[in-house]
């Protein structure tokens, strides 16, 4: 097995272990998407322009719950300075952990997206762009939010400072995700933000696990 | 293999200097058993080897690779939710090493089938500890270089570990430890350096 499967495996091994921890995210983000009919009125028509920032600030908000925790147990632990001294390059294994961490907690948020945006009043046309922007969005949030973890490993109140960190790095992809849904929702295309949004998430695949990399060492260097 | 020759290796943290103009070397089949009080830059110096760590100078030839050096340093990296084990291959398998009997390799270091298979975080410090050894053992590297590997073993832990460290440098391994404490068994190729007397 490659040291980037190894480490996918472990991820998925010990959250299924913790299946709390992992479910969180999940639990809150329906918690938030159907709370918010009910503070509305359902019946409103609003609800229809509201639901894609809805959905996307839920999602963002529950990409932000697990972040904290990414790299905190392997520092505790030990394993995150065997891993600064492994023969693999530490970025791959960082990406592999953030593609564990996002399979474990937004891609069921991707799945269950579709529902909750027929439920929030949004016709086939956007939810099918509702799903796709968080399809190519919620990588990005997740592998912002492991850099900004990286980066705040090592401080004694990174909870308090990494939404404050964070929070500017993941807008963008809450702009181009709900502007995507809204074009869709106003007949226009949304082709446009959809294009940003794979730009954001090439970026972030290709630059975010080196410059984390680069945190961790500093961190623990 | 190649000696190992560290010259006027200078180590800081922070702004303070813990290891200052440190040479020596070790050879294949020795053992350098690295004393010193609380501070003294045990710890870094083996960071530095490890490759954790730059120094600020001095240098160090040859470097031991990642593939060629085991290092365990104070903590034993063993999630607790996974058993050890689980631990082990896991770390082999990131490493690419191939382990034939991951069981066997726990079973060296004493730690029997009911421990090797139950959450690493309900065994006691020693059995973690010990857990973290079966590391050395899983995967052959001539370097092991080991910070505190004693803390927490008992009378059978140490005799185990005398005869690890034996069986390591009689098959041509070299060893550098650092503890408190002296090195159990007996061992004709023990060299000490005090970094408190550096």
Redesign the interface.
């Known amino acids: ?3 980037a ?3 996918f ?2 991820e998925l ?2 959250a299924l ?2 299946r709390a921890e992992w479910a969180q995210p999940l639990v809150f983000y329906g918690i938030v998407a159907l709370l918010f009919p009910l503070g509305i009125a359902p019946e409103s028509p609003a609800l229809k322009t509201f639901a894609p920032a809805i959905i996307w600030v839920g999602a963002l908000l529950a990409a932000l719950l697990g972040v904290e925790r990414l790299f905190r ?2 520092l ?4 995150l ?8 390059p530490l970025a791959l ?1 960082i990406a592999a952990k953030l593609a564990a961490q996002w399979l474990l907690t937004a891609a069921p948020l991707v799945i269950a997206s579709p529902l909750l945006g027929y439920g929030l009043g949004l016709e086939t046309g956007p939810v099918i762009v509702l799903f796709w922007s968080l399809l190519l969005g919620t990588p990005t949030l997740i592998f912002t939010g492991g850099f900004a973890a990286a980066l705040t490993v090592g401080a004694p109140r990174a909870g308090l400072m990494l939404p404050i960190l964070v929070l500017p790095l993941m807008t963008p992809a809450v702009i181009f995700g709900g502007g995507a849904v809204r074009a869709a929702a106003a007949g226009l295309s949304p082709e446009a933000p959809l294009y940003f949004l794979g730009a954001l998430l090439a970026l972030s695949l290709t630059l975010l696990p080196m410059a984390a990399a680069g945190a961790l060492r500093n961190a ?2 | 293999m190649p000696r190992l020759e560290v010259h006027q290796l200078v180590v800081s943290r922070g702004d303070r200097i813990v290891v200052n103009d440190l040479s020596f070397s070790v050879a294949a089949g020795e053992v350098l058993h690295v004393l010193g009080r609380n501070g003294a830059g045990k710890t870094s110096l083996l960071e530095v080897l ?5 120094p600020d100078s001095g240098h160090i030839a040859p470097q031991p ?3 060629e050096r085991h ?1 365990i ?10 058993s050890a084990l ?1 631990n082990l291959e ?2 082999a ?4 090493e191939r382990i034939d009997d991951p069981r066997a390799a726990l079973a060296a270091v004493g730690l029997q089938k009911a421990q090797a298979t139950r ?1 690493s975080g309900q065994l006691s410090t020693g059995q973690k500890r010990r857990a973290a050894l079966a590391r050395l053992v899983a995967a052959a590297r001539p370097w092991w270089l080991l910070d505190e590997p004693l803390a927490g073993l008992d009378v059978q832990g140490l005799d185990l570990f005398a005869g690890l460290l034996a069986a390591h440098v009689g098959g041509g391994g070299a060893v550098i430890v650092t503890s408190h404490q002296p090195l159990p068994g007996a061992l004709a190729t023990l060299r000490s350096l005090n970094l408190s007397a550096a």
Request: aromatic share 6%.
């Open positions: 097995m490659s040291a499967g190894a480490i495996r472990r091994q010990i272990r913790r147990a392997d505790d632990d030990g394993s300075e065997q891993m600064l001294i492994a023969e693999v294994l623990l260097g | 490890c490759g954790l760590r730059r690779e990642s593939r290092w340093g104070h903590k034993n990296a063993l999630n607790p939710v996974l689980e896991f770390w398998a990131l490493n690419g959450p």
